[in-house]
């Protein structure tokens, strides 16, 4: 049987260090503040704004709100979101999206100014992680599923690694980030030949497809570390499941996150994280 890698855990560790952190920072004069802009009320971005406002309230993070209405016009969207953008005492900004139809959201990602773009949508923040630089900041998410990794110790160095996805908002940002931990590491998608044979031979497998048990028994190998970052909802279970087929992948591998209560449970963590950072990089 696997050992089961909760991201309980790891919140918890990350949580006590931020609030450390946090309090320094204030000693210094310095608050980290978030500001959340949000266009109407969708109800996934609703769930992730509690629990970021949570997680900031936790560490000592304060939170501003910009809600405007799902209708308003590109020229009041980009008034109000340059004011933020420009002001000093925001340290962080999280733009929910994708944002309505009338509003141009490529305009809206290349607006942000990357220093304070702590959930790593800008151009700046990818070529951060691309050259492993302090430009920005990674993609929660594939920050979260790092932080597992480190917490649960496992060190990239040496081993093989297989990421299945190759979005920018976890495959690709989370191989180059094994990567420049000097891991040998396959970025496989929708077009690679004979995935699980690749996948066999790793020592760690990140599954980020965003296809519900799409990864069987048949692309593990018992001494691998598997990390789920997949979010499907699952008519059968009536809740989210992730790409891996937990059931009969758990039994047979060396350690694996479930879902939910793994990676998922971490983002916000890092998102706070971020928001600190941006903060100290004023100092």
């Not at 308003?72 to 004011?83: H, N, W």
């Not at 980030?177 to 990140?206: F, G, Y």
Request: glycine share 8%; net charge negative; with cysteine.
């Amino acid at each position: 049987m696997a050992e089961i890698w909760k991201g309980k855990p790891v919140a918890d560790a990350m949580t006590a260090r931020m609030q450390a952190e946090t309090a320094e920072l204030i000693a210094r004069g310095v608050t980290p503040t978030l500001c959340i802009f949000r266009v109407g009320e969708r109800p996934d971005d609703l769930a992730y704004e509690r629990g970021a406002m949570k997680r900031c309230e936790t560490v000592g993070i304060r939170v501003r709100q910009v809600i405007l209405p799902r209708d308003v016009t590109q020229a009041d969207f980009d008034e109000a979101f340059l004011a933020v953008n420009r002001d000093p005492e925001i340290h962080g900004i999280l733009l929910f999206r994708p944002l309505p139809a009338q509003l141009d959201g490529e305009r809206a990602r290349k607006l942000l100014d990357p220093a304070k773009d702590v959930d790593g949508c800008t151009d700046g923040s990818l070529a951060g992680v691309f050259t492993n630089t302090k430009l920005g900041f990674a993609p929660c998410t594939a920050q979260a599923a790092m932080e597992i990794l480190h917490h649960y110790g496992v060190n990239p160095k040496g081993k093989k690694a297989a990421v299945i996805g190759r979005s920018l908002v976890i495959g690709r940002p989370v191989a180059m980030m094994l990567m420049h931990e000097n891991a040998t590491v396959v970025n496989c998608h929708t077009r690679t030949l004979d995935v699980p044979s690749i996948t066999r031979q790793a020592d760690i497998l990140i599954a980020a497809a965003g296809v519900l048990r799409s990864v069987t028994p048949e692309f593990t190998n018992p001494d691998q570390v598997v990390i789920d970052v997949g979010i499907n909802w699952d008519e059968a279970k009536g809740g989210i499941s992730g790409d891996v087929d937990f059931d009969r992948v758990e039994p047979l591998v060396r350690a694996i996150t479930p879902v939910p209560g793994g990676v998922g449970s971490v983002t916000s963590c890092v998102l706070a994280d971020h928001v600190i950072q941006a903060a100290k990089r004023t100092l």
